[in-house]
Nanobody
Framework: QLQASGGGLVQAGGSLRLSCTAS????????IAWFRQAPGKEREGVSCVSRGSGSTYYTSSVRGRFTISRDNAKNTFYLQMNSLKPEDTAVYFCAVRAVRVPSSYCLNSIAYVNWGQGTQVTVSS
């Protein structure tokens, strides 16, 4: 199970840090990721880490502003969001996958079966 937290209301240009705590060890997962879904839009991959490739991925709209990180000792991974924009407003979900797949699936929601409950991020202009 995944427990996401850290959402809230922030002004444009502000920062938030989302947290996702897993019931098991993060080392058990081949992919860990953050997704978001704005009203009327499809769920979008925001950032992920692939254990197989050892790489971190970001969707282009957040690259340079958002940072994904992890604390294996706490079974928790994070999404640090800086320079937030109104278009970042969405429900943010964390997700993990245990079974290894090509890293090309890292930002693809179809690769994930374990999801957190979502946390609302609202950025006011």
């Amino acid at each position: 199970q995944l427990q996401a937290s850290g959402g809230g209301l922030v002004q444009a240009g502000g920062s938030l840090r989302l947290s996702c705590t897993a019931s098991g060890s993060l080392l058990d997962y081949s992919l860990i990721a953050w997704f978001r879904q704005a009203p009327g839009k499809e769920r979008e991959g925001v950032s992920c880490v692939s254990r197989g490739s050892g790489s971190t991925y970001y969707t282009s709209s957040v690259r340079g502003r958002f940072t994904i990180s992890r604390d294996n000792a706490k079974n928790t991974f994070y999404l640090q969001m800086n320079s937030l924009k109104p278009e970042d407003t969405a429900v943010y979900f964390c997700a993990v996958r245990a079974v290894r797949v090509p890293s090309s699936y890292c930002l693809n929601s179809i690769a994930y079966v374990n999801w957190g409950q979502g946390t609302q991020v609202t950025v006011s202009s």
